[in-house]
């Protein structure tokens, strides 16, 4: 038997007959994300935000309806929306950055998209933010990235100045993600990281790798003097 | 059917028939708050102590006994108080700092306190106890306090010297909050975080923003040198 | 009915009759106590090793053999011994250092000792190696301690030089204690935190306040510069 | 009865009749390792890997195919491959790093060999490539290496560059643990640890150690001043 979530990402065009279950296994995978992420303090205080793509042209999404502990999402919490953030299903209102995560899908065909808020990405946001992004080179990680073959490997991770509207931050995004076609993610500053993949498998392993790359960055500023 | 825990919240000043029932849920309640926050280093060593306001006027707390593991509590372990500290239910001393809570709760009208004990807070407070509170600024974050609509809000955390003599320093707790009627939290020097909300929820994602704040301006400082 | 566990301390020069039971209970509870160490990074690699007395005039321990996995204890992996270490009960050898155990039981009168072995008290007890221990002050959860009642306390933490010769070492753990008659615990440099307690709540609590305290002082230490 | 696990290593070179088991048992069992790193942030983003020897003389291991979450690990996700790295038992591509494990069982006569992939031991491993290694002294936790009965133990952990040639790098393993016939793991530059042992569980062990005095080395660097 086909894999409902495998399946909805490839001819997610169409929406209808099983389309129920479909959101209800996204929704369901999606919560489960967000209990991991929220254990290991990605996801406090009701920060961080989750999509998955149930349909990329036009874009409907199941995503998170905003305000809620990530750490304790249930499925009938999340909502579908389509491309201009009407909600078709549930109750409550979408993430506030639901543009954010339409315009993602849109640019990269993306069957998932998460957004985290760590401590790292904070940090690491604030120091680099004049220089407009931060490049990852040498580490053996970034092989986990989609695409990439080797250690070698030069990401840049732009970031993007933080707003609170959300219609020109979204063209920012969008700006950026054109300028960046091989960027895996972005950071909006003193805010936290976007990534995102084919399905939630590969934009959670992106979180992970990201998440570990600033990390790693940060921890290594912190040692004052050479060996 | 209505939820006990709201509107125990709602018309607190009505203590009676179904009180037990309020009283039952809200110590749960803050017993698997006390979980999360031992699981995350928030609370241990028995430091720590947790209310429910079951009325406000005059003050009512659901409180933790002095003295437990708040990795551990059972909800048969919390004390129902008045505003004059006397055990109204349940068997136990309540926590030393009772009189902070019933402060807080004349106060704000706040329908939680929550007091975590974190080596963040301890650092953080220490450093910073000269200037009497920190600055927090140009965070996202800061949007999960109640009532915050932008990350260019700049919130004021006091803070107050520490001290064993609780009458004094409710006194002070009480002059500080007037000082600043719109911090959602304080410190108490190399002690901890006191925040509040208008639920446990609210109060519970209150101590998550704050400890995740002081968490990265720590972090930040040990950076030692620029990009 | 009593609680077998308490009394176990209280009249604990009786062994007999219901010993079967009270050993039992006594290795249990370390076993929980060795779960909760292991998952916060404290006792790894099978580092770290407990006890609590059976009996404290003769001495009898019930404490871990040596070389166990201290996430994964089971009961029956306890052994009881006498005060010469000679094993009474199951099979095994018992930790390295015991004698250390058995010499704080007899000094302190000690229902239970506990020892990890942190990343933190390795950092610390090495940078302080040279001053022979580690003066904590000004810090709230110093109250933690028995019979401390005011953060104002000041806690001197012996440092002791590492060796694997337990015969002199536990003659210097045995004058160590009785020239800091009000120590609450030790360091072993490089090597970790013995600590110990009236009865196992309390030495974990103890374990606690000592692994939260020394976190805080070497992250106060990271701080580079001045606010 | 005897223990499927340890008769496994044991008799190594009987691959026959109750293989199935030992294959299975071997399996879950790194499976379950593999929840535990997990946890601990030691191979996030499906980094790492994992092998068991089902025969050393011709060797033949489990181990993990490429490309999983080792959070959540499968028996059934395990292969079994010879010393040509041809897959004898399940469906999948071995891990990228499957000469290394072959190299390491040859050289070592290893029954298990583990690879984590943590942030402290990519910064140290930047931190100290130039100088071909690091060297661990000192402390108490490298007593839990096998064969290791002081603190006084020297322990030198060889710095290899991280390469994607697999067939080059297996040759310059070989040669490093040739040249260090004492050392117990070795990084690769800012990818990650192999370390090995007689089973499972001691390979876990020198896991847990190493992590731990890595973490200790580069928080110990982190303290900018001395006292």
Redesign the interface.
């Given at each position: 038997m086909q894999n409902p979530l495998r399946s909805s990402i490839q001819d997610a065009t169409s929406v209808s007959g099983d389309g129920d279950a479909r959101f209800r296994a996204l929704a369901a995978e999606l919560a489960e994300v967000g209990k991991g992420f929220y254990a290991?303090?990605w996801v406090?205080?009701?920060?961080g935000n989750f999509s998955a793509a149930l349909s990329k042209d036009p874009v409907r999404l199941a995503i998170t309806a905003t305000g809620l502990?990530k750490g304790r999402l249930r499925p009938e919490q999340f909502l579908e929306i389509d491309e201009k953030e009407t909600v078709i299903r549930g109750t409550g209102k979408p993430s506030a950055e639901t543009l954010l995560h339409i315009e993602i899908v849109r640019e990269r065909k993306a069957g998932a998209v998460l957004h985290t808020?760590s401590?790292?990405s904070?940090?690491l946001s604030?120091?680099?933010a004049?220089?407009g992004g931060v490049l990852m080179e040498?580490?053996?990680?970034l092989k986990?990235l989609a695409g990439v073959?080797?250690?070698e490997h030069r990401e840049w991770l732009p970031i993007i100045p933080?707003s609170?509207y959300m219609a020109p931050l979204a063209r920012v995004v969008s700006e950026t993600l054109k300028q960046h076609p091989d960027a895996h993610g972005f950071l909006?500053r003193?805010?936290?990281l976007y990534t995102w993949g084919a399905d939630i498998?590969e934009a959670r392993?992106?979180i992970?790798?990201f998440?570990?790359l600033m990390?790693?960055m940060?921890?290594?500023?912190?040692?004052?003097?050479a060996?």
């Open positions: 290991r303090n406090l205080g009701t920060s502990d808020h401590v790292w904070t940090v604030g120091l680099y004049a220089k040498g580490l053996e990680m986990g073959q080797t250690h933080n609170q909006l003193e805010h936290g498998d392993r992106h992970e790798i998440e570990f990390e790693t940060v921890r290594r500023m912190n040692v004052p003097h060996i």
